[in-house]
Nanobody
Framework: QVQLVESGGGLVQPGEALRLSCAAS????????MGWYRQPPGKERELVAM???????NFADSVKGRFLISKDSAMSTVYLQMNSLKPEDTAVYYC????????????????WGQGTQVTVSS
């Protein structure tokens, strides 16, 4: 069993910052990749940023230079630091994790959090 819980969303003015958190809970698995996705109103869900267990990161072009992704040493919590927010950043932000089950099959699966609303408006 794996549960992902996002927090930190809210209403901010353009130019301000927010930090989102994603906490993973459960047992019997290891997180291989964790990422942040967002879904603006009326649009498809898109990748924002991701980080692997080895520390490799990737960002969407639209957020490069403004957003940062980080994790704790155990990769139980992942953060998305969002700076210089713009109205077009308004979306529901979702945490996603690719996990590997420890035993016996050591299979892979993907899990999603419930999402947290980020609204950037004056």
């Amino acid at each position: 069993q794996v549960q992902l819980v996002e927090s930190g969303g809210g209403l901010v003015q353009p130019g301000e910052a927010l930090r989102l958190s994603c906490a993973a809970s459960g047992s019997g698995f290891s997180i291989v990749v964790m990422g942040w996705y967002r879904q603006p109103p009326g649009k498809e869900r898109e990748l924002v940023a991701m980080v692997t267990s080895s520390g490799s990161t990737n960002f969407a072009d639209s957020v490069k230079g403004r957003f940062l992704i980080s994790k704790d040493s155990a990769m139980s919590t992942v953060y998305l630091q969002m700076n210089s927010l713009k109205p077009e950043d308004t979306a529901v932000y979702y945490c996603s994790a690719v996990i590997r089950l420890d035993s016996p099959a050591r299979s892979f699966d993907t899990y999603w959090g419930q999402g947290t609303q980020v609204t950037v408006s004056s």
